[in-house]
């Protein structure tokens, strides 16, 4: 948790600001259930401020993504620059890249301010199937990207993208979480096996030293919309709040599923989850 001292304009008297800062760099969801605005709400839901630089704009609903329009990748490194040279977060939670240039752009700033909490939630295909990622971003993303992330939340799909194989099985799911520290270089991964046909959700974590599975009932909804979105907000939110990695993972993980279980049911298509319930208690604990 951060702890820096300010001046206040009018009396010049010295403030105590301990409030936790996160910043997310995605895309927006003019439905507001998936990218920056359940980033946003998320944070919210854990008591941490939150600050976003915005990759691309999506006309979008639960039905489907409609259209994407990125942003130019000097912009989007003017946002990431004048919200953290003014505000450092203490932690960043990174989503739809778009494509090679704005990758790039995340990894000069990730070295540039030396972020030590870096979330990488490497979204690549909508929910809905729509592509959201150009494929000669997905090798800067491998290569150069990756290895400098906490912790890495791909689903399946991405999963196999990022290791060129496809995932089928929960064997196939620890191989991979396996793989992606040990070949790819990633220092931790949570593998999300929920798109796997299977009545349990699996979802595996590997930080090279330690595995952990985690197994639970699957939940009879298509009211999923943002949920990788809101996992991977949350698990930076919580490392903002100072909770080691792997307890971050675990309640991130059961605040998404309460999310899910209480989804509002709006749309007609995949609705959204709510993002509204509390990650943590009015004291900031876990």
């Given at each position: 948790m951060?702890?820096?001292?300010?001046?206040?304009a009018?009396?010049?008297?010295?403030?105590?600001?301990?409030?936790?800062?996160t910043?997310?760099?995605?895309?927006?969801d003019?439905?507001?259930?998936?990218?920056?605005?359940?980033?946003?709400?998320?944070f919210?839901?854990h008591?941490?401020?939150?600050?976003?630089?915005i990759?691309?704009?999506?006309?979008?609903?639960?039905?489907?993504?409609?259209?994407?329009?990125?942003?130019?990748?000097?912009?989007?490194?003017?946002?990431i620059h004048?919200?953290?040279?003014?505000i450092?977060?203490?932690?960043?939670?990174?989503?739809?890249?778009?494509?090679?240039?704005?990758?790039?752009?995340?990894?000069?700033?990730?070295d540039?301010?030396?972020?030590?909490?870096?979330?990488?939630?490497?979204?690549?295909?909508?929910?809905?199937?729509?592509?959201?990622?150009?494929?000669?971003?997905?090798?800067?993303?491998?290569?150069?990207?990756?290895?400098?992330a906490?912790?890495?939340?791909?689903?399946?799909?991405?999963?196999?993208?990022?290791?060129?194989?496809?995932?089928?099985?929960?064997?196939?799911?620890?191989?991979?979480?396996?793989?992606?520290?040990?070949?790819?270089?990633?220092?931790?991964?949570?593998?999300?096996?929920?798109d796997?046909?299977?009545?349990?959700v699996?979802?595996v974590?590997?930080?090279?030293?330690?595995?952990?599975?985690?197994?639970?009932p699957?939940?009879?909804?298509?009211?999923?919309?943002?949920?990788?979105?809101?996992?991977?907000?949350?698990?930076?939110?919580?490392?903002a709040?100072?909770?080691?990695?792997?307890?971050?993972?675990r309640?991130?993980?059961?605040?998404?599923?309460?999310a899910?279980?209480?989804?509002?049911?709006?749309g007609s298509?995949?609705?959204?989850?709510?993002?509204?319930?509390?990650?943590?208690?009015?004291?900031g604990?876990p």
């Open positions: 951060r702890s820096s001292t300010r001046f206040d009018g009396s010049r008297a010295t403030i105590d600001n301990s409030t936790p800062v910043l997310t760099i995605a895309g927006s003019s439905s507001g259930g998936a990218g920056i605005q359940a980033d946003l709400k998320t919210h839901a008591a941490v401020y939150g600050m976003s630089a990759t691309a704009v999506t006309a979008q609903n639960t039905q489907g993504v409609v259209d994407v329009t990125p942003l130019a990748a000097d912009f989007v490194a003017a946002q004048a919200a953290v040279s003014d450092p977060p203490d932690a960043v939670k990174t989503g739809m890249l778009a494509n090679r240039s704005i990758v790039e752009v995340v990894v000069e700033a990730a540039r301010y030396d972020w030590d909490a870096l979330v990488i939630d490497p979204v690549m295909v909508a929910t809905t199937g729509a592509r959201l990622i150009d494929q000669d971003a997905v090798d800067v993303l491998r290569r150069k990207l990756l290895p400098r906490t912790v890495v939340t791909p689903n399946v799909l991405e999963a196999g993208v990022l290791l060129n194989t496809t995932i089928t099985d929960e064997t196939a799911l620890e191989m991979a979480a396996d793989a992606l520290v040990d070949q790819v270089g990633v220092k931790a991964v949570l593998v999300k096996g929920g796997l046909e299977a009545d349990d699996v979802d974590y590997c930080d090279g030293t330690n595995r952990e599975v985690f197994r639970e699957r939940i009879a909804t298509t009211n999923t919309h943002g949920s990788g979105c809101a996992l991977a907000s949350a698990i930076a939110a919580r490392l709040l100072g909770q080691p990695l792997e307890n971050a993972v309640g991130a993980r059961q605040w998404v599923r309460q899910i279980e209480r989804a509002p049911g709006l298509g995949r609705g959204p989850l709510d993002l509204l319930t509390p990650g943590v208690d009015v004291s604990a």
